[in-house]
């Protein structure tokens, strides 16, 4: 009823969670129960700026208010009230990255995001060093590629975080962040669930020539678990966070963490053998690991879950965004016919035509390159529709082709997983806006994983779900549960949503365009190397 959600509102029971996504800000309100009971939002792009991918400190803070701002407009709306305090707040962000600070909490340079491939020099002396995979979007990568460019700022440096440890550390001076989002700095030891001791000493041994100023242990965040308190809103970072003044400070924040932590947590695949796939702008696979894996893989990451166990990743930089153009082509040619447009209408019709394709999708192949993609070898990308005169070109090949696209790179890193680690999942999930369109994504990744695939109602809330019951789970557990089974009891409750099975005509339909698919990655590559 309304009025119980209004009196959880104004008694500063409901709970928070803020994720800064690629292409949008969300923030989602949850009740005791776990429910989302209001939401708000704010689009946003990145920008490419001296060849660098990045976002301005002002684009963060009118990015994050105007978020708010909506979710307050929301709740005035639906409740016919004001949101004066909360439970407990959570923030997370996209993984990785650099954001460095001097002595007076200034930015050095722009924040340089997880789409940046300019740190391929660092990534590979690094992983030869460490003897550890060591991916290019990584903190450290960019840190020491920025020490191998002897670039002005690096002796300067006091303060190295990521997006969402910097938002975090402005609403409540804490310098802290989520081990899960913490193992994208720097690899994490399971031992002591905490940055390797063995590898920061590696690190300053190879940077001890250039005579910083700094340690690198001096530098980092602290690393904290899921149920760690993380600090309290201020004073100041309330004021940050709600312009209008309303709401109080002193609410608790639990640790700040990345998108993927997020995304384990909404599809409650934080346990052994359980494993989810988010996919949006980018995308990635996590599956939490039995055993570790018997040597190291270019294209595999090993990072954690929000409470420290090892978790391989394959990460993809490309996803939705060449799909979502074609979507808006003709979405222009709709509107050309005078034909009133509705997007979910488009959207599901256009998938959905694309399952009466040929499962190899006739020939025809996509490459959905908008940047590099680390995983098939290349540094920037340029977005491809390749054919044969002979090819099966018509709408439904040419939809699925694209669908395809937005996984392939994932089945290319799954592969390793499955085929030559053989790796065992009990379930796997589906999130985040690829599978908005029921059914249709789901049943393409079970084909490229050759494994089911489940997707919840809770699918579309995303990430900003995930780190509001991440905030949850630092207040509300009365019962001192382990984090896994505060999701199977508290949240979840058995509920592992709709399963879709791959069919063997679909699984041999995928493999037969993946095989396409790498045989054509040198069409990709002369067309980088031919861009203007």
């Known amino acids: 009823m309304k009025s119980d959600t209004k009196s959880i509102i104004e008694s500063g029971k409901a709970i928070l969670g803020i994720e800064f996504g690629s292409t949008r800000i969300k923030a989602v309100l949850i009740d005791p129960e776990n429910k989302p009971i209001a939401q708000g939002s704010h689009i946003?792009?990145?920008?490419?700026?001296?060849?660098?991918?990045?976002?301005s400190i002002e684009a963060i803070w009118n990015g994050l208010q105007d978020c708010y701002s909506d979710l307050r407009a929301n709740v005035k709306e639906q409740y016919g009230t004001e949101i004066e305090t909360l439970g407990a707040i959570g923030i997370s962000a996209m993984m990785h990255g650099y954001m460095a600070f001097n002595a007076n909490d200034e930015i050095l340079v722009p924040f340089r995001t997880w789409r940046n491939t300019n740190t391929g020099m660092a990534a590979a002396a690094l992983s030869e060093a460490f003897v550890f995979n060591i991916p290019l979007r990584w903190s450290i990568s960019h840190l020491y590629q920025a020490i191998l460019n002897d670039e002005p700022h690096i002796n300067d440096i006091t303060y190295l975080t990521t997006l969402a440890?910097?938002?975090?550390?402005?609403?409540?001076?804490?310098?802290?962040?989520?081990?899960?989002?913490?193992?994208?700095?720097?690899?994490?030891?399971?031992?002591?669930?905490?940055?390797?001791a063995e590898m920061v000493d590696k690190f300053e041994n190879l940077i001890a020539p250039k005579k910083l100023k700094w340690h690198l242990a001096d530098i980092l965040p602290k690393v904290l678990l899921a149920g760690e308190n993380a600090g309290f809103l201020t004073?100041?970072?309330?004021?940050?966070?709600?312009?209008?003044?309303?709401?109080k400070p002193g609410v608790p924040l639990c640790p700040p963490e990345g998108d993927a932590g997020t995304g384990m947590v909404a599809t409650n695949a934080v346990k052994?053998?359980?494993?989810?796939?988010?996919?949006?702008?980018?995308?990635?696979?996590?599956?939490?690991?039995?055993?570790?894996?018997?040597?190291?893989?270019?294209?595999?990451?090993?990072?954690?879950?929000?409470?420290?166990?090892?978790?391989?990743?394959v990460h993809c930089n490309n996803c939705t965004s060449d799909l979502n153009a074609w979507i808006s082509l003709f979405k222009e040619y709709q509107e050309l016919l005078g034909v009133p447009v509705d997007m979910n209408e488009v959207f599901g019709k256009l998938y959905n035509h694309a399952l009466e394709g040929d499962a190899?999708?006739?020939?025809?192949?996509?490459?959905?390159?908008?940047?590099?993609?680390?995983?098939?070898?290349?540094?920037?990308?340029r977005p491809l529709f390749v054919r044969s005169a002979n090819d099966k070109f018509n709408l439904a090949n040419f939809?699925?082709?694209?669908?395809?696209?937005?996984?392939?790179?994932?089945?290319?890193g799954n592969d390793i997983l499955f085929n030559e680690e053989k790796i065992k999942v009990d379930r796997i999930t589906g999130h985040g806006g690829l599978f908005k369109t029921k059914g249709v994504a789901q049943r393409i990744l079970a084909a490229a994983l050759n494994s089911p695939i489940s997707v919840m109602e809770t699918a579309g809330e995303g990430g900003a779900w995930g780190i509001a019951l991440l905030a949850a789970y630092l207040v509300n557990n009365a019962k001192k549960l382990n984090l896994a089974d505060y999701l199977d009891e508290c949240v979840f409750a058995?509920?592992?949503?709709?399963?879709?099975?791959?069919?063997?005509?679909?699984?041999?339909g995928f493999n037969a365009y993946i095989e396409n698919y790498k045989a054509g990655l040198p069409i990709e590559e002369a067309a980088v190397r031919s861009k203007r």
Not at 44 to 55: A, P, S
Not at 494 to 508: K, R, S, Y
């Open 44 to 55: 946003w792009e990145n920008q490419l700026v001296d060849g660098l991918w990045t976002y």
């Open 360 to 381: 190899d999708c006739g020939g025809l192949i996509a490459y959905n390159y908008i940047s590099g993609e680390p995983v098939t070898g290349l540094a920037e990308g």
């Open 399 to 412: 939809m699925r082709a694209n669908l395809y696209a937005s996984v392939g790179v994932l089945k290319i």
């Open 165 to 196: 440890g910097y938002a975090h550390w402005q609403l409540t001076g804490e310098k802290v962040l989520g081990i899960g989002d913490a193992s994208g700095m720097l690899p994490i030891d399971q031992a002591t669930k905490n940055y390797s």
């Open 235 to 247: 004073p100041e970072g309330a004021k940050k966070l709600d312009v209008s003044g309303h709401l």
């Open 494 to 508: 058995g509920n592992t949503g709709v399963e879709i099975a791959p069919t063997p005509e679909d699984v041999a």
């Open 272 to 313: 052994q053998r359980t494993g989810n796939v988010s996919a949006g702008t980018s995308s990635f696979s996590m599956i939490v690991l039995e055993k570790d894996l018997s040597k190291p893989y270019e294209m595999i990451d090993m990072v954690t879950t929000p409470d420290g166990s090892p978790v391989a990743m």
